[in-house]
Structure formats: structure tokens, C-alpha cells
């Protein structure tokens, strides 16, 4: 607009300009004067300083547009970030629970240095150093998580801070306008935005401060945390390495260092139960599959003994039948004792905890079962065990705990002694429970001699390690019997094993149970012994290095754990599948005949799931073994090229057991007849399917021939057949007497179905008879056979009643001779014939 008004101005001046300059002569012509160059070039200097000027200020008023154009935009920025700034502040910063969580910490690392690293006492213990490592490792990993996230609230406080203070020092912000009313009207602007930007900075630098704070006091925590773990560590190791070495005086001389026996139990008390707390948090999946596999043993076991209370087969006294006495307690004994392996490095407090229920449940299958004698052995030997778990609870030494565990060894060691002079070896079910006693009186008499001189951790540690070695000796013993128990009870009565569901050869299972499990309990005794000792530790190291540390063929990276992890998965999944299989084809789980039908339904279900086990198998399988995707799609491409040239025919029947699991044309446990060979359907599996014939042989039938040929699936139409008998009649019988006395005797059978109706007709006039049908259905199609066979008694019997001949089939045999009469054989008339 303003550049238009210019350039009129200057039009009106040209054409202002025009009129005096040029004059006209009479004659018409133009007359150019010096007066009218002059007054041309003034007016055209003038011209081009007024354009000058008008161009000078057009490019300021541009200029000023665009400064204003951007203070509106970091004004506008400005207010945004303080509305971020604010939303982000009301959502607050929890620095009130950090602070707390940072007073639980220092409160928890004072209770794990206690006795370590201050209070020291005496001397160094094995279970206090131990269970510092593990309170301090928990509480460096709680400290980190903490100071993570602070850091992450100061990166964002810093944000917001950074952002505001860019934008208020933007040098756009400092340009005033010329005219005063707008200059005014800004200011106000910039007092409004600073109003607000104010308290929002101020807030946010007090925020910084406080996240700034706690870090330095999380920082300081997890470098005290760290030292204490490097201290730990170091007197693990010098106590490692001075295994049998003196550690305090003799028992007889004056103890260096005491301190209350009180203050003793309550410290270690307390680190025990936070120690527990830690382990049980970090293992919560590995003590739920424990719950979860003690349930599935107990449905096991209580299958097996509702299965004998129906046949009558339990004994009075369960003289081999044990495992089912209690199935309940027995699930719990086998599961704890064997899969207490799961829990790795676990602290003593909580196999402590899982060998007393053991003991408790093993004591209650005892009772009455064992002879009296041995019973209170037992629960001597429990007795004991308790009480060396007690003292070993403790994490300090004292003289008062030095006299008590003489004391213990002293009285055990006495115990076993007595028990072995009295030779009732005979009346054990187990004779090595009488090595373990053997093994335990040398060590409570060898922990009694370290104990006096001064050896007080390795006294310690065998004397934990005498009373245990008989408790867990007892219960692997124990825990393998009932196995063996448990797998020839089924034996029994799982009659219908095979190899392509779950086969276990139980004619190799005897009394005694095989050697394998004999050597995996000493094996699994050694181990439990040997975490007693600190040098155990160290030990195991290597072996668990060499199993975690990672190794490089080409381009894939891998570890030994990773592969033994996806094998153990993927053998699991393949054994579970089996026993799904192996359960829901068995007889003998099926309580009646309409439990029997419903469960006919189940196989094509069963093979749905089957395959979702594998599959979920296969997967976790990749993920715990971490190979990458890539490495999945290779083999992918592998497999579609071996489909392509050899493997159509596999590729076939798996998909034809993947039609069959989801059309269900046929299920488990269905009558089939298969192109004239009948009989039940026992399996259907990923390739093929298994056919029990009516001659008791499996007929093997790939699942792509299956759905191929033709399939007569009587249980589809509720096993139900017609059953037709044809019988003859002699011409010279009533017709309708036979006829009404085959109807009475089907109205008596109670296997013939009264509804369709039984139809009795006559069907044609036979060669020596009259041949009659009878047409019925019966309830099962199993029924036909022996419903057959009863009816054709009693029809016989009645027609013998009744006097009705059932002609038989007679042939005439004629003799001709050469030059003499035709003669009949029965001795009738020549030419008779």
C-alpha cells in the first residue's frame, strides 16, 4: 500500500513538471529552452533522492515486520515450554520416596556390615561374609536403578531449563519498535512473559537442586556399596586361602575380642531375613514353576491312587505303594528334594526352610510304615539337624556358641555311635542311611577337635555338614524309592504305552531302582556338602565361567549355557507334548462311559495343543539361547527348498494333521472303517495316525492317505450299526407263526433299540427255503457281535420249541452205467428222474 501512494506522488510530479517545460512556437514546432534542461534535471535529482528516501524506509518497515514476526514466535515459544515446564513440575519429582528408599538402603548396608566391615568381633565367618556379598550386591543394584532414574529427572529438568534460557536471551527479544505506542505495548508483553517465566525457572532450579542432591547421596551410597564388596571379596579369598589355619584362640584361653551373645542374634537374625527377602524377589519364576510342578506331581500321584481305591488294590500297610499313601506330601517331598537345584546359590536360611518341610513330610509318611526303632532315629537325626541349623544361623563366633556346638558334636557323634553298635541294619529299607551315620560320627568328632583349637570357621562348617549329610541322605534315598515306586505303579496300570506318545520300559524298572539315580544322588549330596565351604565357591567358578562365557564361529556368537538351555526347553516341550498325549489316550483315566464319550472329542484338540507346546518351546527356546531372527530366516529358506524337492510327501501329512486337528473328521477313540480295515482310532499325531484293528495290532496311516481315503467314521453318527441276520425257513412252517415269534424275542432284548422299530420280513422263496430278514439297531455298535450271537440261541431254542425245521441245503447225486437202466441213488423208480 505504501509503495503504490509512492509511486502515484510521483506520477502527479511528472505530469506537474510536463506542462511548464516543453513551450510551443506559433508555427507549431517545440521550443526546448536552457531554463527548461535546468528545471528537468532538478526535478529528476530530486526524483531519484525521494526514491532513495521511500526505498530506505520501505526496507526498515520490512526489517521491523520480520523482528516482529519472530518475537512473537519466542514469546509464543516461550509460554509453550513454561506450559511443559509447568505440566511436567505438577506431575512432580518423588524425590520424598527416593529420600526414603535412600534412608532404607544406608539402613540395610549398616545391618549388612555389621560384623564384616564394623562390629568385626573375633573374627571373620564364612555365612557372614557370604550373606554381606549377597545384601550388598542387591543393595548396589536397588542404588543404581535409583540413581538412573534421577538422572534421567535431571536430564529433563536440564531441558526445560536449557530451553527457557535460550529462548529469553534470544537477541530478537532486544529490538524495540521506533513508534512509542508500539514500544509500550512490547514492553507490556515482555513483563507479562518474564512474569511467567519467573517462577518456573526458580522452581526448576530448586528441582535441579534436589535431584542434584540426591545424586551425590546415591552416588556416595553405590561407592561405599562397591568398596564393601571389594572388602567382602578380599576376606572370602584370604579365608579361602587359609582354609585350616587358626582363626581365634583355644578354647581353653582367653578369648581377644567378645561381644554380646544378645547383639549376636538379633544382627544376624536380621541379615538372614533380608537375605531371604532379596533371594526371594530375584527368584520368584523359579519358585512358582517349583509350585507348578508340585501340583501337576500331585494330580499324578492322586490319579494313581484313585485308580487302585477303584480296583481295590491298596494294601493295608502300602508295602510298595508308599508314593500314593500321601500323595500330596509325596509330590512335595519329590519336587522339593530334586528341583531345589533351580535355586542357584540359595542362602542357608532357605534350604533350611525347604529341608525341614521335606523332613516334616517324610516323617509323616514314616509313621506306622517304618519300624518304631528307626523312626525315633529318624527324628533324632531331625532333631539334630535342627538344632545345628540353629547354631549355624548364627553369623559371629562366641565362646557361648564355641561350648554349643562342642556340645552338639559331642551328643550326635554318641547318637551314631549307639545306633551302630546296635547292628539293626537288617530293619533298614535303605542301607546306606548306615554309611551316612558312619559319615557323620567322624565329622562331629573331627568338628569337636577343630572347634578346641581354634579353627572355628572349617569346625563350623563340618559341623553343619555331619548332621546334614544324614538328612539329605536319608531323603535322595527316599525320594528315588518313591520314584521307583510311582513309575511301577503305573506299570500296572497304564496298559496302553507306545513309542510314539510316552513310552517308559518298565520291565527294566525293578525293586531297586536303577543305578543312574544312585550316582545323581551322590552327586546332588556332594554339591549340597560342598556349598558349606568357601573354597567350594571358588571352585565352581571356572566351571560356571566356562559355561556362561561366549564364543564366535564366523559371524554367530554363542554360549554353552545357551545352547544346553535351548536343548533342555525344546526336550521338555517334546516331553510334555508326549505325556498330553500319553494321559488323554488312556483308559484307565476315564471314569464311565460318558466320561469316555465326552473325551473322544479331545484328540483333534490335543494335537492343537501338542503343536502350540512345541511351537511356545521353540520359541522360548530361541529367545533363552539368543540366536537372532536372521539366523531363523536362513533356516526358513533352507527348509522351503528341501519342501520343494524331496519333503512334499512330509509336508503333506503335516498339513493334513493340521486339517484333521481343525475339520475333526475323526477324533480319539472313534470307530473307524478305513477301505475295509477297521477298527479304533488310538492317536492322531503331527504325520500320521495310529488305528487299533479289531485283530489288536497298531496300524500306522499317514495322515495325507487318512484324509485321501475313504473314511467310515461310525462314532459320527453315535456308534450306532444295523445289524441284519438272514435265516431260512422250511416251506412247510407258518409263515406268520416264525414271524411272530421273532418279535417276541426281539421286544425282550434289551440291546435292541426300540426306536427305529426292528423290521422281521420275508425276503425271497429260496432254493430249500423261505428266506426271512430280520433288521435291527443296537445301542453300541460293540453290542452287534454278542447281540448276534444271543439272538441266534434263542431263535434256535424257540424254533426247536416250537417244532420250525431250518432246512438244510441237500444235493441228489445221480450214478449212470453204461447199457444199464438209469438207477436213482435213494432208491426210487427208474426214469423218475
Avoid at 104 to 114: E, G, M, Y
Avoid at 223 to 240: D, Y
Avoid at 670 to 699: A, C, N, P, Y
Avoid at 753 to 765: D, G, I, Y
Amino acid at each position: 500500500m505504501k509503495s503504490n501512494v509512492i509511486w502515484i506522488a510521483m506520477l502527479f510530479g511528472c505530469l506537474a513538471f510536463a506542462n511548464p517545460m516543453s513551450a510551443q512556437s506559433p508555427s507549431g514546432s517545440v521550443n526546448i529552452t536552457d531554463s527548461s534542461i535546468v528545471k528537468t534535471k532538478t526535478f529528476l535529482d530530486k526524483m531519484q533522492e525521494f526514491a532513495k528516501k521511500s526505498a530506505k524506509e520501505s526496507t526498515d518497515d520490512f526489517e521491523a515486520d520480520k523482528v516482529a514476526m519472530a518475537q512473537l514466535k519466542v514469546i509464543s515459544e516461550i509460554r509453550l515450554t513454561i506450559e511443559e515446564a509447568k505440566g511436567y513440575l505438577k506431575r512432580g519429582i518423588d524425590t520424598f520416596s527416593m529420600y526414603s528408599k535412600i534412608t532404607t538402603l544406608k539402613s540395610n548396608f549398616q545391618i549388612a556390615s555389621d560384623g564384616v566391615l564394623i562390629n568385626t568381633g573375633s573374627t571373620q565367618t564364612y555365612r557372614n561374609l557370604a550373606s554381606t556379598k549377597r545384601i550388598l550386591r542387591e543393595l548396589l543394584i536397588d542404588a543404581k536403578k535409583v540413581r538412573n532414574v534421577l538422572e534421567k529427572k535431571q536430564k529433563e529438568i536440564t531441558f526445560y531449563h536449557y530451553k527457557i534460557d535460550s529462548l529469553s536471551t534470544a537477541k530478537e527479544l532486544f529490538v524495540f519498535p521506533k513508534d512509542s505506542v508500539q514500544t509500550m505495548d512490547y514492553l507490556r508483553t515482555l513483563a507479562t512473559a518474564a512474569v511467567d517465566v519467573g517462577p518456573v525457572d526458580s522452581t526448576l532450579k530448586t528441582a535441579n537442586f534436589r535431584v542434584q542432591k540426591l545424586l551425590n547421596n546415591y552416588s556416595l551410597l553405590i561407592s561405599q556399596l562397591q568398596n564393601g564388596i571389594e572388602q567382602v571379596e578380599n576376606f572370602e579369598r584370604i579365608m579361602a586361602n587359609s582354609t585350616t589355619g587358626r582363626e581365634i584362640p583355644n578354647l581353653w584361653q582367653k578369648q581377644l575380642k567378645s561381644r554380646p551373645i544378645s547383639e549376636i542374634i538379633r544382627f544376624s537374625l536380621s541379615k538372614n531375613m533380608l537375605t531371604l527377602r532379596f533371594y526371594l524377589s530375584n527368584n520368584a519364576g523359579k519358585l512358582a514353576l517349583i509350585v507348578f510342578l508340585t501340583i501337576l506331581s500331585f494330580t499324578y500321584l492322586n490319579a494313581l491312587r484313585r485308580i487302585y481305591i477303584s480296583k481295590g488294590l491298596i494294601k493295608n500297610e502300602f508295602n510298595g505303594q508308599l508314593a500314593i499313601r500321601y500323595p500330596a506330601l509325596s509330590a512335595v517331598l519329590i519336587v522339593l528334594s530334586l528341583f531345589q537345584f533351580l535355586l542357584i546359590s540359595p542362602p542357608f536360611l532357605l534350604s533350611f526352610i525347604i529341608w525341614l518341610i521335606c523332613c516334616i513330610c517324610l516323617s509323616i509318611i514314616f509313621f506306622k510304615f517304618i519300624t518304631s526303632y528307626w523312626m525315633k532315629v529318624w527324628l533324632t537325626m531331625v532333631g539334630f539337624f535342627i538344632l545345628a541349623s540353629g547354631g549355624n544361623i548364627l553369623l559371629q563366633a562366641s565362646r557361648q556358641e564355641r561350648w554349643y556346638m562342642i556340645t552338639i558334636s559331642i551328643l550326635g557323634a554318641l547318637a551314631g555311635i549307639f545306633i551302630l553298635k546296635q547292628k539293626r541294619n537288617l530293619e533298614l529299607r535303605e542301607k546306606w542311611i548306615s554309611i551316612s551315620i558312619f559319615i557323620m560320627v567322624g565329622l562331629e568328632v573331627l568338628s569337636t577337635v577343630l572347634n578346641l583349637y581354634g579353627r572355628y570357621n572349617l569346625s563350623k562348617t563340618i559341623f553343619v555338614v555331619g548332621f546334614l549329610n544324614i538328612i539329605i541322605a536319608i531323603l535322595f534315598l527316599w525320594v528315588v524309592r518313591l520314584i521307583n515306586e510311582g513309575l511301577l505303579l503305573s506299570f500296572d496300570v497304564y496298559t496302553v504305552q507306545d513309542r510314539k506318545l510316552f513310552y517308559l520300559n518298565f520291565g527294566k524298572v525293578g525293586n531297586r531302582a536303577p543305578s543312574i539315580l544312585y550316582v545323581l544322588i551322590v552327586l546332588g549330596w556332594l554339591i549340597l556338602m560342598g556349598h558349606n565351604f568357601p573354597l567350594f565357591e571358588y571352585l565352581l567358578k571356572p566351571v560356571l565361567d566356562f559355561f556362561i562365557s561366549e564364543r564366535t564361529i564366523g559371524n554367530y556368537t554363542f554360549s554353552i549355557n545357551g545352547l544346553l538351555l535351548f536343548f533342555g526347553i525344546m526336550s521338555i516341550s517334546v516331553i510334555i507334548s508326549k505325556i498330553v498325549s500319553f494321559f488323554t489316550s488312556d483308559d484307565h483315566l476315564v471314569g464311565s462311559k460318558a466320561e469316555n464319550q465326552n473325551n473322544r472329542g479331545l484328540g483333534s484338540w490335543v494335537l492343537l495343543l501338542r503343536i502350540s507346546i512345541l511351537t511356545i518351546g521353540l520359541f522360548l527356546s530361541i529367545a533363552a539361547a539368543g540366536i537372532p531372527m536372521e539366523r531363523i530366516t536362513i533356516v526358513i529358506g533352507a527348509l522351503g527348498v528341501g519342501i520343494g524337492f524331496g519333503l512334499q510327501t512330509l509336508v503333506n501329512n503335516l498339513v493334513s494333521g493340521l486339517i484333521i486337528a481343525f475339520e475333526k473328521p475323526v477324533n480319539v477313540g472313534d470307530i473307524v472303517d478305513i477301505d475295509g480295515q477297521g477298527g479304533t482310532m488310538k492317536s492322531i499325531g503331527f504325520r500320521s495316525s495310529v488305528i487299533t484293528t479289531w485283530e489288536g495290532g497298531d496300524l500306522v496311516m499317514p495322515n495325507g492317505d487318512l484324509l485321501n481315503s475313504h473314511l467310515m467314521n461310525w462314532s459320527l453318527s453315535g456308534n450306532r450299526r444295523r445289524l441284519s441276520i438272514t435265516i431260512g425257513i422250511d416251506y412247510g412252517t407258518d409263515l406268520q407263526k416264525c414271524r411272530e415269534i421273532i418279535i417276541s424275542i426281539l421286544e425282550k432284548e434289551d440291546r435292541v433299540l426300540k426306536t427305529p422299530k426292528p423290521a422281521v420280513n420275508f425276503e425271497l422263496f429260496n432254493t430249500n427255503s423261505v428266506d426271512l430278514k430280520i433288521q435291527i439297531w443296537t445301542r453300541h455298535l460293540q453290542d452287534n457281535n454278542p447281540t448276534r450271537n444271543d439272538l441266534l440261541i434263542a431263535i434256535h431254542r424257540a424254533f426247536n420249541n416250537e417244532g420250525i425245521k431250518i432246512p438244510v441245503n441237500q444235493q441228489e447225486v445221480y450214478l449212470h452205467e453204461m447199457n444199464k437202466p438209469l438207477a436213482r441213488v435213494n432208491g426210487d423208480e427208474p426214469g423218475d428222474a
